[in-house]
T-cell receptor, first 112, second 115 residues
Framework: GESVGLHLPTLSVQEGDNSIINCAYS??????FIWYKQESGKGPQFIID?????DKRQGQRVTVLLNKTVKHLSLQIAATQPGDSAVYFC???????????FGKGTLLTVNP | DAGVIQSPRHEVTEMGQEVTLRCKPI?????LFWYRQTMMRGLELLIY????????DSGMPEDRFSAKMPNASFSTLKIQPSEPRDSAVYFC?????????????FGPGTRLTVL
């Protein structure tokens, strides 16, 4: 069935480097995408979102890129800090007006 | 502003016991979701309420699981009887789906251990 998946289950970077976390989705009806950050022992926290009529959206130190042609979503974190260490999930609507489908998550580890 | 509130944060119980998890959504949000998270399955949607009415319960594992939302500020997820395979972190989330926003805001979760 339709699903959201992640290319890399783990990513390890040095403090100060830029991080790129990728996500593939298969439901062409998805019109809204969200990145969540989940720190150990906490619930997923909203980071940034993007609608399907956009290719790029920037936040504070984070950028989300959407390539609808290949159904690919990425989260870029600039100047990665130890506090960025967490599991990152992409989520998509899959055509639903309420339900989100979550990917498996990528564990980002930032080495000092 | 207070976010989604869940209680208890941790629950340890023995197989066969009844477990009740509680959630208070963000004030003004009219949609509420219960999720279960495990290493093997990731985040699974169990049930979705809109304006206190269950809309989609297709993710509820079996009859041992039940959820209620008696009013806009309170929901419960009950497991009776509990089994060791129910051990997981249970999250509650809320959103303003009716107002066109599907972004869900999560609570801190309840870590359930069934011995």
């Amino acid at each position: 069935g339709e699903s959201v998946g992640l290319h890399l289950p783990t990513l390890s970077v040095q403090e100060g480097d830029n991080s790129i976390i990728n996500c593939a989705y298969s439901n062409s009806a998805s019109d809204y995408f969200i990145w969540y950050k989940q720190e150990s022992g906490k619930g997923p926290q909203f980071i940034i979102d993007i609608r399907s009529n956009m290719d790029k959206r920037q936040g504070q130190r984070v950028t989300v890129l959407l390539n609808k042609t290949v159904k690919h979503l990425s989260l870029q974190i600039a100047a990665t800090q130890p506090g960025d260490s967490a599991v990152y999930f992409c989520a998509e609507t899959g055509g639903s007006n309420y339900k989100l489908t979550f990917g498996k998550g990528t564990l980002l580890t930032v080495n000092p | 502003d207070a976010g989604v509130i869940q209680s208890p944060r941790h629950e340890v119980t023995e197989m066969g016991q009844e477990v009740t998890l509680r959630c208070k959504p963000i004030s003004g949000h009219n949609s509420l979701f219960w999720y279960r998270q495990t290493m093997m399955r990731g985040l699974e949607l169990l049930i979705y309420f809109n304006n206190n009415v269950p809309i989609d319960d297709s993710g509820m594992p079996e009859d041992r699981f039940s959820a209620k939302m008696p009013n806009a500020s309170f929901s419960t997820l009950k497991i009776q009887p509990s089994e060791p395979r129910d051990s997981a972190v249970y999250f509650c989330a809320s959103s303003e789906a009716d107002r066109g926003s599907v972004t869900q805001y999560f609570g801190p979760g309840t870590r359930l251990t069934v011995l």
